[in-house]
């Protein structure tokens, strides 16, 4: 079985901002890398896409996506065989199934600076070789540290002397030395000017996060990413009116630094949900788990202002209520709560609590029973 990082330091080589399928990047990946990849925010979202993979390499491959056949239904969409044989058979489809995520190389060189150690500065592509940046500067030795983005070539050697040249003395990092010949390996292996390094060599997959090996194939340091700041891309309007909602019942407006200091605090918290700021189309939200640790999660915009609402309302609500013109809300309510939620005993649950008669599973109350959560929320959001 392969390290599980080999596939996320791949994607990093040969094709990073290209989108995928999500379903893929999770068979490829692995779901706990795709997670930490969501969770740190090192994915940009595409468009839904307009095709579905398939098994088969026929004419008429892959599957076409045929939207909205099903309007009313959970799963609207249709994914159909284009070769004239019906080679595959038609699947159905939810929204969920086309979405598509790349990574962002702008995410990815900060996240690596913040794993490395290196002070955090603009990161400038190389003027000659368009897959090679400057993520930072070591202080001992001193020296430019550079990212190679791309699988070693005939060219490699030479292309490090020249970036010796324009850089001075340089580390210079790639994801893994896939095709970079052992003459050249030795060449500029530990201690030589620039020294080559293999990103595969030096992180390691724990179970708190990534951790970076000071040395190749050193133990790694037993603390993970250090935390990042909150992203200062904020809408201009985004926090005009915003609220935030505190476990103890307050609503207090909700200030730049508020802001700040409330997402810098979520896992602090054993409920969080903000409505305020998001990526993409996507909802930061999360919760405590029964061994103590805080689960971040990511909720479609459907999700996140469905939660909101059932929070806000403090009192019970028909599930239909909160999701009007749609189907399937139990359904719905059961994603949500898978995220934002936490099974307490056999059959009962955390936050989220049934009222009157719980075999028709349609009247529900946001109950947090004294425990810390916090809601950010726009002015437009109403119960």
């Known amino acids: 079985m392969r390290p599980p990082l080999d596939a996320f330091l791949a994607l990093l ?53 045929q939207r909205d056949l099903h309007r009313d239904d959970e799963l609207p969409h249709a994914a159909m065989c284009g070769s004239p044989g019906s080679e595959c058979p038609t699947l159905r489809l939810g929204s969920d199934d086309l979405r598509t995520a790349g990574l962002s190389l702008a995410r990815v060189h900060e996240f690596l600076q913040r794993l490395i ?71 500029h292996g530990p201690g030589a000017d620039p020294e080559l390094s293999f990103l595969s060599e030096r992180i390691s997959f724990t179970r708190t996060g990534l951790a970076w090996s000071a040395a190749p194939g050193g133990a790694p340091q037993p603390t993970a990413v250090a935390p990042k700041a909150p992203r200062a891309a904020l809408a201009p309007d985004a926090l005009a009116g915003a609220f935030c909602l505190a476990f103890d019942g307050e609503v207090r407006p909700l200030s730049e630094d508020g802001y700040r200091a409330a997402v810098t605090s979520a896992g602090e918290k054993d409920l969080f949900l903000d409505l305020v700021g998001r990526s993409s189309t996507q909802y930061d939200g999360g919760v405590r788990g029964k061994d103590g640790k805080f689960i971040p999660a990511k ?41 934002l939620d936490v099974p307490d005993g056999r059959y009962g649950w955390t936050f989220f609590h049934p009222v009157g008669d719980s075999r028709t599973e349609e009247t529900y109350m946001f109950r947090p029973g004294g425990r810390k959560f916090l809601l950010l929320y726009p002015k437009e959001l109403k119960p």
């Open 117 to 187: 150690g290196l002070p955090t500065e603009p990161v400038t592509p190389d003027p000659a070789f368009d897959y090679v940046f400057r993520i930072g500067k070591e202080r001992q030795p001193d020296r430019t540290v550079l990212l190679y983005e791309r699988s070693g070539t005939g060219t490699l050697a030479a292309e490090l002397v020249e970036l010796r040249r324009r850089h001075g003395a340089a580390l210079i990092y790639m994801p893994t030395p896939t095709w970079v010949s052992p003459a050249v390996a030795r060449a």
């Open 299 to 339: 909720l479609s915009l459907a999700e996140g202002a469905f939660a909101g609402r059932l929070i806000l309302s403090q009192e019970p609500r028909l599930l239909s209520s909160l999701r009007p013109q749609k189907k399937w809300h139990y359904k719905f309510f059961q994603r949500v709560r898978g995220k």
């Open 13 to 65: 080589q040969d094709g990073p901002e290209v989108p995928q399928h999500r379903g893929v990047l999770k068979e490829s990946l692995g779901s706990e890398i795709l997670e930490l990849l969501e969770r740190e925010e090192l994915l940009i979202e595409g468009e839904p896409s307009d095709w579905y993979p398939c098994p088969s390499s026929r004419d008429g491959c892959p599957r076409v996506v």
